[in-house]
């Protein structure tokens, strides 16, 4: 079942610089995961949660190989994988929530040498219309 979680805080806001000039972003297992689960316990400010319809595993591969599963061959294995997880990326993206943080933390990031308050507050009203 695809589910978004998006929060206003944002939890890559100390590595995200660093990869926006260059730097290699830091690759993601199942200990930084775990490791991660703390930070559910603090103060994110707003949080949506969008859960999308359950996909049925057993429904997706009957309709994208049509034989049985002895005759399929690890490419077919491969592409359908890539093609299933294409599909759930798009579910999740469709249903992402774009935060009143991050449009002012993109804004902040197109202005590096500063903006005023008032240039501020005209660009997220551009935004926002």
Sequence with gaps: MPITLNYDRVYESNSFPFELLGESQTRENAFRTLKSAKYLNRNNGRVCINISTPLSLRQELAS???KPLKDVTNQEVTDVSQSLATDICCIL?????????????????????????????KETSVIHK
């Design 93 to 121: 993206s469709a249903n992402q929530v774009v935060m009143s943080t991050q449009i002012v933390a993109a804004i902040l990031l197109m202005h590096r040498k500063g903006i005023s308050e008032d240039e501020l507050l």
């Design 64 to 66: 994208r190989i049509p």
